[in-house]
């Protein structure tokens, strides 16, 4: 009743409940800010969403929580983000830019390393665990649940027991580094294919 009062005699004062655009999408690289993550195996993320910023001749911006770039691709709109929260609290940028470009979790792709993957194997999934991967876990902390989609990219598991974090937060071999830009482009396609054609057929393209 007072929201109605309001509208008819001041109208404008009060905001209208805006609906998602279902042609807009938002593209999450996770890595860790700072030059001295930049080009460890943690930071694919980042590396992914660069690339494809790159390939489409756009530029990312410092905005809040993060640096965005934004494309379109096939009347879809795609809002590429780098959380700069760091890994362990990137469900808040997520969660902030969900909010603010009015995005559903089913236009959510996130974009992570994953050790239980052989080094430049791709898989993209709708939902699932953390895998214990920080950032995945913070951000189904945050945003209330796995329920969205992922793209997962092996990184490998080449280090001595106790070594983990070494190995995640190291540098790129240099027989891993001449393979990255196949996987990095591959992974691009991915995140327009999720876009355009939908969730279970980009699965069944690429998922190698």
């Known amino acids: 009743m007072f929201a109605e009062w309001l509208r008819k005699w001041w109208p404008g004062t009060t905001s209208k409940h805006v609906e998602p655009d279902p042609m807009k999408y ?3 690289g996770l890595g860790n800010i700072g030059a001295e993550y930049e080009n460890t195996r943690h930071n694919i993320g980042f590396l992914v969403v660069d690339a494809l910023a790159r390939a489409l001749d756009v530029s990312f911006s410092p905005d809040t929580l993060g640096a965005v770039a934004r494309f379109k691709h096939k009347s879809r709109t795609f809002v590429l983000l780098k959380p700069s929260t760091y890994m362990n609290r990137s469900g808040k940028a997520v969660h902030y830019w969900l909010q603010k470009e009015k995005i ?18 791709i898989r993209l999934r709708g939902k699932g665990s953390d895998g214990g991967h ?27 027991k106790g070594r983990q974090v070494d190995y995640v937060l190291g540098e790129w071999s240099d027989d891993e580094a001449a393979k990255l830009p196949e996987t ?12 355009t054609i939908g969730l279970q057929r980009t699965m069944s ?4």
């Open 26 to 28: 938002l593209i999450v």
């Open 104 to 121: 559903t979790k089913d236009n959510l792709l996130v974009i992570v390393d994953d050790l239980n993957l052989p080094y430049g194997t």
């Open 134 to 160: 920080n950032g995945l876990k913070d951000i189904d902390q945050v945003c209330g649940g796995n329920n969205y989609a992922r793209l997962r990219l092996g990184i490998g598991n080449e280090f001595q």
């Open 184 to 195: 990095l482009e591959s992974a691009g396609e991915v995140v327009k294919s999720f876009a």
């Open 205 to 208: 393209a690429f998922n190698n």
